[in-house]
């Protein structure tokens, strides 16, 4: 008796998510430079309380078992917390993804007491110079603060979750101690070129080098940190890291925006990957069933341009907002392919300008990060640009 | 008086159980984190 | 969210044949009250709200055989009544001592 395994068996599409992300608003206190929703300003069209409760109801009926609420920061809606009780208060499981603002020890010691509700700490660097230059003077603080609110009140095993850059890919031992210190769980996630992340995803994207290295420390210690199956592509360095390994976007989840628009992932808010919204007649589980987007999601990837490379089988051809957000086709391999097929690609599209996020909720003054740096004078006197030029070296 | 659940202890395997492959697994395990797109 | 001080990483790892005692079809057992059931065309999803841990059942008949342990005298009896062969059942005792493993099964008190 032979049984496929589950990448086969979900081209047939599953009758409602696994889990999904719903962002509930775009408004944010913060202003992260690489924000994947490119939040900041609440949009005028969000969802109303009622809205949001209806759509509660459907998940409930399709046995959706939990949702990732996030945004923006979510927290700041005044209804969030009478969300999260009738979310779990309807058998939908909550995650809330945070940057801690709002994690008060009240707060902290109502959320260790439910069992039904998760809280993941978002944290860019295990020191406030490597963080706050990501997210923001006084963020690291912030975090700090709510995760000690959280230890406090008892609520063992929240996430502290990490999106792993250039600058923070040395202080992985760092992010564990963090955790450790708490009683969280760590989750490292991969940086897409999505929202105003696209803006810095050159700099900001791990070195080959760095990638080996997170792949290497991921296999050491593993179901211990999380990923969010955000680095299946990293599967053709060998051994498969925990997790489905495979593009969950319209298969197996999707994102519900704050206006109510269902895209297939919330890397790709873009009109390409949206599939509609919960306001259209038959609302999300209509959409979720017969959108035609996601219908063709579901069809039988060929692999394309990826096909005959030995890897396919464990990478798939890595992420399609990856992909997408760099001018790449979504046939071919991945930005950061591991075997450098991704390198060759860009070269290929350099001139071309790539796909640009749909939408910008920005902050209309964003806070300059902090890595600008100023060459400092050669002595506290001298404020002249050419103090210490000598002409031919 | 009720026993414990099989779970946390460590004994041998019966060696006929070594004989299932990968494909005959009827049950695959994951963590509801292991879901590529939910951040 | 708080844990059941006994579960541990290790115990969940999927394959650890080696981690666990041989599943027992001769006694009752019965779903795990946190556990949500959602049949799928290949077979069920399982999660388990207490351990976050999602089990994919990769087929009909063993979906069959987990709803009807809660009432059936045995696993064994379970399995035959879902319309498994005798062939057919180390199969589905290593699949339910899987989810034993995980607490997605537990035993019941014979009544």
Redesign the interface.
């Known amino acids: 008796m032979t049984v496929p395994a589950l990448v086969e068996q979900f081209q047939y599409g599953l009758d409602a998510p696994i889990c999904l992300t719903w962002e509930l608003t775009y408004a944010c206190n913060l202003s992260c430079v690489h924000c994947l929703s490119s939040s900041g300003r609440r949009d005028p069209r969000e969802l109303s309380t009622a809205e949001c409760r209806a759509v509660i109801d459907e998940l409930e009926r399709m046995q959706v078992f939990y949702v990732n609420i996030g945004g923006g920061e979510p927290t700041v809606r005044p209804d969030f917390w009478e969300l999260v009780d009738y979310a779990t208060a309807h058998h939908v499981g909550v995650k809330f993804s945070t940057n801690g603002v709002k994690i008060t020890p009240a707060r902290a010691r109502q959320l260790a007491a439910s069992d039904y509700v998760d809280v993941q700490i978002s944290l860019d660097g295990a020191t406030a110079e490597v963080n706050d230059a990501v997210r923001g003077a006084g963020s690291y603080a912030t975090a700090l603060r709510a995760m000690e609110n959280l230890a406090a009140a008892g609520f063992r095993g929240f996430k502290l979750s990490v999106v792993i850059t250039r600058q923070n890919a040395g202080q992985l031992d760092a992010f564990k101690a963090i955790a450790d210190r708490f009683g969280a769980q760590l989750r490292l996630t991969r940086l897409r070129p999505s929202g105003r992340g696209a803006d810095v995803w050159d700099e900001l994207h791990p070195t080959a080098a760095q990638q080996r290295q997170l792949y290497d420390w991921l296999v050491k210690h593993g179901e211990d940190v999380l990923t969010g199956d955000s680095f299946f592509h990293l599967a053709a360095y060998g051994e498969p890291l925990p997790g489905l390994n495979l593009c969950g976007a319209g298969r197996v989840v999707c994102l519900i925006d704050p206006v109510g628009d269902v895209y297939a992932c919330p890397f790709a808010i873009h009109d390409s990957f949206l599939a509609g919204s919960v306001r259209d007649p038959g609302g999300f589980a209509t959409v979720w069933r017969e959108s035609e987007l996601f219908t063709d999601l579901r069809r039988p990837q060929t692999g394309g341009a990826c096909q005959s490379c030995s890897a396919y089988d464990s990478c798939r051809g890595g992420c399609m907002a990856a992909k997408f957000f760099t001018g790449l086709p979504l046939d071919g391999p991945d930005p950061e392919c591991v075997k450098g097929h991704g390198v060759l690609a860009l070269a290929a599209v350099a001139d071309a300008p790539a796909p640009r996020p749909s939408g910008d909720h920005s902050h209309r003054t964003r806070p300059v990060p902090v890595t600008i740096s100023r060459r400092p004078p050669d002595s506290a006197c001298n404020e002249s640009p050419l103090a210490g030029f000598s002409p031919g070296g | 008086m009720s026993e414990r659940t099989a779970t946390a202890d460590i004994t041998e395997a019966p060696a006929e159980e070594a004989e299932l492959t990968d494909a005959e697994l009827l049950v695959e395990e994951v963590s509801i984190d292991g879901m590529c797109g939910v951040y | 969210?708080?844990?059941d001080s006994?579960l541990?990483?290790e115990?969940?790892?999927?394959?650890a044949?080696?981690?666990?005692?041989?599943?027992?079809l001769d006694r009752p057992w019965r779903l795990h009250p946190q556990v949500?059931v959602?049949p799928?065309?290949?077979?069920a999803?399982l999660?388990h709200?207490?351990t976050?841990?999602?089990?994919?059942?990769?087929?009909p008949a063993?979906l069959t055989v987990v709803n009807s342990l809660g009432d059936a005298p045995s696993a064994r009896a379970a399995c035959l009544s879902a319309g498994v062969t005798e062939a057919?059942l180390?199969?589905?005792a290593?699949?339910l001592?899987?989810?034993?493993?995980?607490?997605m099964i537990?035993?019941r008190?014979a009544s």
């Open positions: 969210m708080s844990t006994q541990t990483t115990s969940l790892t999927p394959g044949r080696a981690g666990f005692e041989p599943f027992d949500s959602r799928e065309r290949f077979g999803l999660y709200f207490g976050r841990r999602l089990s994919f059942l990769k087929s063993l057919e180390p199969s589905y290593t699949a001592g899987t989810l034993a493993a995980s607490q537990r035993p008190e």
